[in-house]
């Protein structure tokens, strides 16, 4: 059974276009994430939500919102795609500090 | 801010030992430690409370000197399994959002 899940696994797609990338954890935790990854493999947090309750909004352009529609599940939308949007976009939860990484999204921005 | 690992990368021959660094400008609340394989997602090694306490588990282990604001993650008798790309998160204030830095890439030969 996965634990974390994301789907699409790769997403190819031309700038401009709108986009969303889903995440679903069967872990029953609390809090869910979401990373960029980029090509020089630096992590850097997006958003957080505990319980369907946003926690964390680093600065990222407001093209990008999340949505959870429950606990278990944390949407990451796209809006008006840009070059510099690709990378590896990872979705992960915790319950105690420990972080479970979903497999993640490669995304790329034609 | 960022924390900063050294070394970048290491290459070590199976059994030999190593050392890596994840030092902070700032005051720490907790340490986090990931390894990640090539297209895989992170994978949660240990984490590192205030208190200076060293974890381990196999042979890997960790140390935590916060009034340095600094780790290291100590990898011995490596084995060709440990190679990949280490990451120490940082969390200032308890809230588990995580500050990555840059990794540490680590090649085991046999």
């Known amino acids: 059974d996965t634990a974390v899940s994301q789907t699409p696994k790769y997403l190819v797609t031309q700038m401009g276009n709108d986009k969303s990338i889903k995440c679903e954890q069967n872990?029953?935790?609390?809090?869910m994430y979401w990373y960029k990854q980029d090509s020089k493999k630096f992590l850097k947090i997006m958003f957080s939500y505990n319980n369907k309750e946003l926690i964390i909004n680093e600065t990222v352009p407001n093209r990008f919102s999340p949505k959870s529609p429950d606990k278990a599940h944390l949407n990451l939308h796209i809006n008006s795609l840009e070059l510099g949007d690709s990378a590896v976009y990872f979705c992960?939860?915790?319950?105690?500090?420990?972080?479970?990484f979903g497999p993640g999204t490669r995304l790329t921005v034609t | 801010q960022q924390p900063v690992q050294s070394p970048q990368a290491v290459i070590l021959r199976e059994g030999e030992d190593a050392v890596i660094n994840c030092s902070s400008s700032k005051a720490l609340y907790s340490v986090h430690w990931y390894r990640q394989k090539h297209g895989e997602a992170p994978v949660f090694l240990m984490i590192?409370?205030?208190?200076?306490e060293q974890k381990g588990h196999d042979k890997i282990s960790a140390s935590f000197n916060e009034k340095k604001q600094q780790s290291s993650l100590y990898l011995t008798a490596s084995q060709l399994s440990y190679s990949g790309t280490y990451f120490c998160g940082t969390d200032q204030g308890g809230s588990e959002k995580l500050v990555f830095g840059k990794g540490t890439k680590l090649t085991v030969n046999p």
């Open positions: 590192l409370l205030k208190g200076g």
């Open positions: 872990l029953g935790h609390d809090t």
């Open positions: 992960a939860s915790s319950q105690k500090a420990e972080q479970y």
